[in-house]
């Protein structure tokens, strides 16, 4: 293979079918995901009258474990077969098609069962698709492609959420698409609770969706494995027990965790109970929040080919504490909105460079497994996260303090120590060297802009 070809091969770029499978999937996630929580709310309030924040917290809860509980099995086996793509199709049909079945649970206790159904079908779709789109690219560009996939993906889920934030605000669409189809239209669209008919347009058009984007992932081409031995890697216990990058980023990842899944369970209360939100506003925060992670997502991603992986992760973490002090302080919807700014801001600096950095110090053809474990690992921190929070919130401060000033409690908490965890970034290690740092590439970005600004 010559000089040139293996640059080729370094520098290769994602497929457009990949790209539309992902664009497809995010907005499938994107219909239904961000109002799944006001589902929960909206169910409690019309069964019970009130809110349970121990629910809020196993549903929560639930969301995050379920998903990565079964991750490790299916990495290992997408790896061992050495073809991703079966499984991406396999998950994304079942997992995205079991939303629709949300719409006749019947108690929270029911909602909280299928979701973590659901979760773990989706879970499938999960691994094998970071570790099929990790095949498909070059190594040099892989936070490039990474960014660029993250904008396309962003803005489709973007998309999708104003979509369903609008849709939940027609109260006729139901009944207008049921006449139109005639006698089918009752087969298509059955009858449910009045109060569950803003979700069905979206939990429906997941389904439809995700059927297809599982029927075009079949299309892609995989990079042929070496066959030249058995394809073997370390047992999925051990991973974490062998020195080294992964151990020590894993590790680190724990306290992080633990602080950022405690202010989940609230973020929906102070939306929908505090300022009384609409589900198109709570869309149009999620909607906000996206926005600014697709600004923000190609951008981090040529730059953490340029400094590393590290300071974008340490920066994205950082930052993220000021989420949940926001909401805390939230009078109106305006400093819900701010969050969701810096949240995206946090999470396009963040995310991919977490995931470059898994791709930067697993083997190949390990990769899969790798990312399942710590999927699985960071899942099991979030599922206590959440779920004591919850209890706590529950069980605790609700008995000593007014509803609010619990909840304001468990955010600033969360705050803190999301900003303390923070600096534990600083421990993991580069694998590489890289051309540049993330003080040059700020000073240079300040001189620039002041050599414009004395020009003008």
């Known amino acids: ?61 639930v969301g995050n474990f379920a998903p990565t509980v079964l991750q490790p099995a299916w990495g290992a086996a997408s790896d061992r077969a050495g073809h991703a793509k079966a499984f991406v199709a396999f998950g994304t049909m079942w997992g995205l098609a079991f939303v629709y079945l949300f719409l006749w649970a019947a108690t929270p206790i029911d909602m909280i069962a299928m979701y973590a159904i659901q979760s773990i079908l989706f879970s ?11 095949c498909l690219m070059g190594e040099k560009n892989r936070g490039d492609e990474l960014g660029k996939l993250g904008l396309v993906t962003n803005i489709a889920s973007l998309l999708a959420t104003l979509i369903s934030g609008f849709l939940a605000g027609v109260p006729g669409i139901l009944p207008f698409l049921r006449a139109s189809f005639g006698d089918i239209g009752t087969v298509l669209f059955p009858s449910v609770d009045a109060w569950r ?30 066959g030249d031995g058995p394809r073997r890697f370390p047992p999925l216990l051990k991973l974490l027990s062998r020195p080294g990058d ?101 999470t396009a600096s963040a995310v991919n460079a977490i995931t470059a950095y898994i ?15 710590f999927n699985t690992f960071t899942g099991i921190v979030y599922l206590l996260g959440s779920l004591l929070a919850g209890l706590l919130g529950e069980a605790i401060l609700i008995i000593i303090f007014d509803p609010i000033l619990t909840v304001f409690i468990m ?20 694998p590489r060297q890289y051309s540049s740092t993330l003080w040059r590439e700020f000073r240079s970005l300040v001189h620039r802009r002041r050599h414009d600004a004395d020009t003008v």
């Open 1 to 61: 293979m010559t000089e040139e070809t293996c640059e080729a091969v370094e520098e290769q770029k994602l497929p457009k079918r990949a790209v539309a499978v992902g664009a497809m999937t995010q907005f499938a996630l994107g219909l239904h995901a961000p109002f799944l929580q006001t589902y929960l709310v909206d169910m409690q309030t019309n069964l019970y009258g009130s809110l349970n924040f121990a629910q809020l917290g196993a549903f929560r809860s």
């Open 124 to 134: 499938i779709q999960i691994p094998t698709w970071l570790s099929l789109i990790g």
């Open 197 to 226: 008919e803003a979700y069905y347009i979206p939990f429906f058009l997941t389904a439809v969706i995700g059927i297809s984007a599982s029927i075009l992932s079949l299309g892609l081409r995989e990079k042929a494995r070496k």
């Open 246 to 346: 992964f151990r020590r980023f894993s590790f680190v990842a724990i306290f992080y965790s633990f602080s950022m899944s405690m202010a989940w369970p609230y973020f929906i209360v102070v939306q929908r109970e505090w300022l009384h939100n609409t589900i198109f506003e709570i869309a149009l925060a999620s909607a906000i929040m996206t926005a600014s992670t697709v600004i923000f997502t190609v951008p981090f991603g040529r730059l953490s080919d340029r400094i590393g992986r590290r300071p974008l992760i340490f920066l994205g973490r950082g930052f993220l504490c000021l989420v949940p002090v926001l909401y805390a302080l939230a009078t109106n919807v305006w400093l819900v909105y701010l969050a969701n700014v810096i949240a995206g801001f946090c």
């Open 359 to 373: 791709y930067d110090i697993a083997p190949e053809s390990e990769r899969g497994a790798h990312i399942a474990v």
């Open 411 to 430: 955010l600033m908490l969360s705050g803190i120590l999301r900003l303390v965890a923070s600096f534990l970034y600083l421990l993991i290690r580069e």
